[in-house]
């Protein structure tokens, strides 16, 4: 069985709707797809369906901004309560916070790049109420003809080394992994350490805050991702055996033309969404 817990549609900032999504998931050999906008549940309802048409089985997932010790870091969340009034409160303000920080983005980017508007941002926003981030940006940046590809932009003016960046907000890890939990759902730290170096030295007080987070809560880490590194993951399997957490692994599609990222590049086994399903209590799974 083919399993893939990561993938982003137009509810936030992947280029294809849900249910292109789960055509080419289903193309790709796909069984399993987990569809992770970014602080959204709004393409849950359409993904049930899309998975029904195509006899495909599906995860509900979100994968929340969140910040620890002024470290970004991304929460999978598998199968919470799409009720749970705390949970949905915190993610609305961590969009309307999206907002607010894409506006104060491009005011730093229109010093070089004039044309720029968020007027053109907000028309790549493709679905009612999504998630915006910097690769909207990127996509209207590439409508203006400023680029020919969202990887230009991000290698350019949306790096987050460049002079234009203002880093994302989110709620803090530990609350945001709490919060998941009290919503039966099972927390997975999403691609931790990601494009870290080969010179990556991992100290104790990276364990320290590792184990910050295992303590209230997390599930597993998504370490077989094209963005963890070979000495991250030896590291956060070490880890992950002595406190009995899982370990998946994923794509995190964006789309054919958002990322590079394909569908089913990295898998989870079957094992392992077992013991995620046994973890959660707000949401099922869509066993096709
Ligand atoms: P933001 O959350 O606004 O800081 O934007 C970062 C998001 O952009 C992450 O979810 C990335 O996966 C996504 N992204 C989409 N396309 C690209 C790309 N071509 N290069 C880098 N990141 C990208
Ligand atoms: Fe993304
Ligand atoms: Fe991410
Ligand atoms: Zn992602």
């Known amino acids: 069985m083919k399993i893939d817990l990561h ?12 249910a292109e999504v789960f055509q080419i998931a289903c193309e790709s050999g796909l069984d399993v797809l987990a569809l992770t906008d970014h602080d959204t549940m709004s393409g849950w309802d359409e993904a049930r369906q899309a998975a029904s048409k195509l006899s495909m089985t599906f995860v509900p997932g979100i994968e929340i901004t969140t910040k620890h010790h002024d470290v970004s870091v991304h929460l999978l969340a598998y199968l919470p309560s799409a009720d749970y009034e705390p949970l949905r409160n915190r993610l609305a303000e961590v969009r309307l916070a ?5 506006e104060r983005y491009v005011e730093n980017l229109q010093t070089e790049y004039r044309h720029l508007t968020m007027d053109a941002v907000r028309a790549t926003l493709q679905e009612e109420g999504k998630s915006v981030g910097r690769p909207h940006i990127a996509d209207a940046m590439v409508n203006l003809g400023i680029f020919a590809h969202r990887d230009e932009a991000f290698a350019g003016p949306l790096d987050k080394h460049s002079v234009f960046h203002i880093p994302s907000g989110g709620i803090d890890t530990l609350e945001a992994v709490k919060l998941v939990r009290a919503a039966g759902g099972v927390p997975v730290m999403a691609h931790p350490m990601a494009r870290s170096t080969k010179n990556l030295v991992i100290t104790e007080k990276h364990r320290q805050r590792f184990v910050e987070v295992i303590e209230a809560g997390l599930a597993g880490f998504e370490v077989y991702h094209r963005e963890v590194g070979e000495l991250a993951r030896n590291w956060l399997t070490g880890l992950a055996t002595e406190f009995d957490l899982v370990l998946t692994g994923s794509s995190d599609y964006h789309g054919l033309t958002g990322k590079q990222n394909r569908l089913g590049e990295n898998t989870t086994s079957l094992e392992v969404l077992r013991k995620i399903e046994a973890q959660a209590s707000g949401s099922a799974i869509q066993w096709a």
Do not use: A, L, P, W
């Open 98 to 102: 999206r907002e607010t920080r894409i």
């Open 7 to 18: 993938s982003h549609s137009t509810h936030s900032d992947g280029k294809e709707s849900v």
